[in-house]
């Protein structure tokens, strides 16, 4: 699981890298700031949810499990 979560995350880069490359071509300025927030953040969670999935799924299950229980 943590190997998706590394290719998911060499992706975004070299997706980042390749819009980087085609504004600094046109020469419009740099990638607002908002686009690189959005990708960091999209792969923090890809790698988080690879290397953690067993326990943010066993995490959600209790909570949801104490919903319904009552407690």
């Avoid at 997706?15 to 504004?23: D, G, I, T």
């Avoid at 686009?35 to 290397?51: K, Y």
């Amino acid at each position: 699981m943590l190997q998706v979560g590394i290719k998911m995350l060499a992706a975004l880069e070299n997706a980042s890298e390749s819009l980087l490359r085609r504004v600094r071509d046109d020469e419009r300025g740099d990638v607002p700031g908002w686009v690189m927030v959005t990708l960091m953040t999209a792969g923090i969670v890809v790698v988080l949810w690879a290397v953690a999935e067993e326990a943010i799924v066993g995490m959600f299950q209790r909570a949801m499990d104490s919903v319904v229980k009552g407690g």
